[in-house]
C-alpha cells in the first residue's frame, strides 16, 4: 500500500486553521470527509466547502451519549460502532471508492486523539480495503 492510498486522520479545527496558513500544511489531503453526526461548532460550512459531510458513517446517537468520550469505554464503544458499520456498509461506500482512487482524509471534531471514532473507522475500512486487496489483487 503506497502512502497516497493511506486513510489519514484530522482534527476538522486543525484542518480550519491549515487552510488559514497552507504553508504549514502537509501533502495534500486528498479527498476530505467529515465524518461526525453533528456539523462542528464554529466551524462554517463555507471553511469547508469543498468536503463531503458523511455523517451516517458516524457513530448512532444512543451509542454517541452512551460512549460520552470516556476512554475507559473505548474498547467496547470500538466493538459496538464496529457492529453497527457492518450493518451499514453502503454507507461506506464513498470511502472506500474515494481511498481507491487515492488519499483521504477524515475529518473529525473529537479533541481526544487516541479515543474517538475517526480512529476505529479508518481502522475498519483499512480492513475492508486490505481484504478486498487480497481477494482481487492484480499484483504490483
Same mark, same amino acid.
Not at 34 to 43: K, M, N, S
Not at 73 to 80: D, S, T, Y
Given at each position: ?6 486513510? &489519514? ?8 486553521? $491549515?487552510? @488559514? &496558513?497552507?504553508?504549514?500544511?502537509? #501533502? ?15 466551524? %462554517? @460550512? !463555507?471553511?469547508?466547502? *469543498? ?8 457513530? !448512532? %446517537? ?6 460520552? &468520550?470516556? #476512554? ?5 464503544? $470500538? ?14 461506500? #464513498? ?13 473529525? $471534531?473529537?479533541? *481526544?486523539?487516541?479515543?474517538?471514532? /475517526?480512529?476505529?473507522?479508518? *481502522? &475498519?475500512?483499512? +480492513?475492508?480495503? *486490505? /481484504?478486498?486487496? %487480497? @481477494?482481487? +489483487?492484480?499484483?504490483?
Amino acid at each position: 500500500m503506497t502512502d497516497e492510498h493511506r486513510i &489519514h486522520l484530522e482534527r476538522v479545527y486543525d484542518e480550519v486553521r $491549515a487552510q @488559514k &496558513h497552507p504553508e504549514e500544511e502537509d #501533502p495534500p489531503p486528498g479527498e476530505r470527509f467529515l465524518v461526525d453526526r453533528v456539523w462542528p461548532r464554529g466551524v %462554517s @460550512k !463555507g471553511a469547508m466547502a *469543498d468536503v463531503t459531510w458523511l455523517k451516517d458513517v458516524a457513530p !448512532g %446517537s444512543d451509542l454517541r451519549t452512551w460512549f460520552g &468520550h470516556d #476512554p475507559e469505554r473505548f474498547e467496547e464503544f $470500538a466493538e459496538r460502532y464496529r457492529t453497527e458499520l457492518e450493518e451499514n456498509p453502503e454507507a461506506l461506500e #464513498p470511502l472506500l471508492e474515494a481511498a481507491a482512487r487515492g488519499r483521504v482524509t477524515l475529518l473529525y $471534531a473529537a479533541k *481526544d486523539t487516541e479515543h474517538n471514532h /475517526a480512529i476505529v473507522l479508518r *481502522d &475498519h475500512l483499512e +480492513s475492508l480495503r *486490505d /481484504a478486498k486487496g %487480497s @481477494k482481487g +489483487s492484480r499484483g504490483n
